[in-house]
């Protein structure tokens, strides 16, 4: 019988950027053996930096541009379409930036996972490093949670805390918590790969089939993932 901790699960990849989480996130499969099988990266930007970093790794891309939709529904529904045609196990957001219809999230619920650079529930929506710089918070950082209807409002499992210096800009701050991003969401993407990870019906999340009351914390490289 096949190990469920390192039997690749088919997972796809949605981004709109430069697709820097996406790169981590390929690294962790080729060099630490994270054990998904990327099925295909759908951006829906024609121009996301992310297509060609998938192109060069020898994923299938594709994009579904959502200004050739009249809604957001007709968008979310050609890209459920274009997503379970993949079959994939896991849905990964890597700097997506869409809101996506209930109907949508209602489909994917407890396989699909986003990645936000706050630590949720403070900062929810964009700017949150300058957000965090003007509200004078000493510390800052990075989350992955599973995907509810609420927008960046879906449980919270694993953050990632960063130091905020007394003379940060947002740029230098956003960097430090952008490199501590490309360790936490392989980390993340992980726990669920192998099966340890779930979201209950309640919305709690399960690890090891035991409720997670708090979030994890990120582990340094070196260390045990998480346990
Ligand atoms: C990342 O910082 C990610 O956390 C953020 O977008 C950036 C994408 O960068 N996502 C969100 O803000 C979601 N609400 P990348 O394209 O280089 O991975």
Known sequence: MSDP???PIPVVILISGRGSNLHAIIE??????????????????????GLQVAA???????????????GRAAFDHALQARIDACQPELVILAGFMRILTEDFVTHYRGRML???????????????HQRALDAGCRVH???????TADMDGGPVFLQ????????DTAEQLASRVLEQEHQLYPQAI???????????????????????EQ?????????????
């Open 190 to 212: 992980r726990l669920f790969a192998e099966g340890r990870l779930s979201l209950g019906d309640n919305d709690d999340v399960l690890l090891d089939a035991s409720v997670l």
């Open 5 to 7: 901790a390192t039997t």
């Open 114 to 128: 986003n990645i936000h650079p706050s630590l949720l529930p403070e900062f929810p929506g964009l700017n949150t």
């Open 141 to 147: 950082g990075a989350s992955v949670h599973f995907v």
């Open 56 to 70: 060069e790794a020898g994923i299938a891309t594709d994009v579904i541009d959502h200004t050739e939709f009249t």
């Open 160 to 167: 990632a805390r960063v130091a905020v210096r007394a003379d």
């Open 215 to 227: 979030p994890l914390q990120l582990t340094a490289r070196a260390d045990t993932p998480c346990s």
């Open 28 to 49: 962790a499969v080729e060099q630490d053996g994270l054990p998904i099988e990327i099925r295909a990266v759908i951006s829906n930007r024609p121009a996301a930096g």
